[in-house]
C-alpha cells in the first residue's frame, strides 16, 4: 500500500531478545509497507537482538534503530520513540511487537483506517478481530481486563490492552505524554485513556493475534498488577471528580 496521504509514517518495533523474531516481522512490514519507515527500539538485549537490528539496518534506509542503556519497559521504549519521531518530523508513528503476534497484513488495515481519524486500535474483540494459539485463560484475562477496564473508566473501547495501534503525531502532542507513569502493558490503557478525554477521534479495527512461535512472552503477574492498580486509581480519581463537579452544580 502507499502512505502518501497520511506523510511520513514509522512503525516502532520494540525489541528484548527477539533474535528469532526480528528479522521477519522487519521483512513482512518492509513487504506489506514498502514506504513506511521502521524504528527498532532496542532494551539492550543480551541475545544478541540489538546487533541483528544493526545488520538490518545495514541494509536498508528505512530501518533505524534506538539503543536504549537498560530494560526500563514497554512505555519507557515508546515515549522515546515518540520523541524521536517528533524530532525526525513524522507524522504518524505504529506501535507493533516484535513477536510475530502482530500481522503486517493489518498493518495495512490499520493504516488505511487513520485517514479519516486520529488514532486507529487494531482489536482483538471487536467483531472480525481474533485471537490465534492462546490458552483460554489468557483470553478470559484479556477479556476480563477490557471489560473491566471500559465499566471503570467509562471509555467505549473493546481492546484497550492492545499494542497493535497508529497515532497521528498531532495526536500525540494532545495527550501530555511526558505525564505518562505506566510502564508495562498498562502504557496502552493509560494512552487510550488519554485518547478518550482528550476528544480524539479513535476507531478500533478487527486484528487477528497470533501467539508467538520463538522466544518467551513478556506478560507476567507484576504487568497484570500494575495494570489493575493503576486502572483502579484512575477509576476512584474520575468517580471522585465527577462528584465534584456534581455538588458545585447543585
Known amino acids: 500500500m502507499t502512505t502518501a496521504n ?30 513506511v519507515h521502521i524504528l527498532i527500539a532496542d532494551d539492550n538485549s543480551p541475545d544478541g537482538t540489538g546487533e541483528v537490528a544493526d545488520g538490518l539496518a545495514a541494509q536498508d534506509h528505512a530501518v533505524q534503530v534506538l539503543h536504549r542503556a537498560n530494560k526500563s519497559g514497554l512505555g519507557a521504549a515508546y515515549l522515546e520513540a515518540f520523541q524521536w519521531a517528533k524530532t525526525n518530523e513524522f507524522d504518524v508513528v505504529v506501535e507493533m511487537d516484535a513477536d510475530g503476534s502482530h500481522s503486517p497484513a493489518d498493518l495495512v488495515k490499520i493504516l488505511a483506517a487513520l485517514t479519516d481519524s486520529d488514532v486507529v486500535l487494531g482489536s482483538r474483540w471487536v467483531k472480525g478481530g481474533q485471537v490465534v494459539n492462546w490458552p483460554k485463560s489468557r483470553e ?3 477479556r476480563g481486563g477490557n471489560l473491566y477496564t471500559r465499566l ?50 479513535v476507531v478500533e479495527v478487527p486484528i487477528t493475534f497470533v501467539e508467538r512461535e520463538f522466544g518467551e512472552s513478556k506478560m507476567n503477574q507484576a504487568i497484570v498488577k500494575e495494570a489493575l492498580w493503576r486502572v483502579t486509581q484512575w477509576g476512584l480519581a474520575k468517580r471522585g471528580a465527577d462528584i465534584k463537579a456534581i455538588l458545585r452544580l447543585s
Open 6 to 35: 497520511l506523510g511520513k509514517v514509522l512503525v516502532v518495533i520494540p525489541t528484548y531478545n527477539e533474535l528469532e523474531n526480528l528479522p521477519i516481522i522487519v521483512a513482512g512490514v518492509r513487504a506489506a509497507a514498502p514506504d
Open 152 to 201: 471503570w473508566l467509562g471509555i467505549p473501547l473493546k481492546d484497550a490492552t492492545g499494542g497493535f495501534r497508529a497515532y497521528r503525531m498531532t495526536a500525540i502532542a494532545q495527550l501530555d505524554v511526558s505525564k505518562v507513569e505506566s510502564q508495562g502493558y498498562c502504557f496502552q490503557v493509560d494512552m487510550a485513556w488519554r485518547v478518550v478525554r482528550c476528544g480524539l477521534r
Open 140 to 142: 478470559l484475562l484479556s
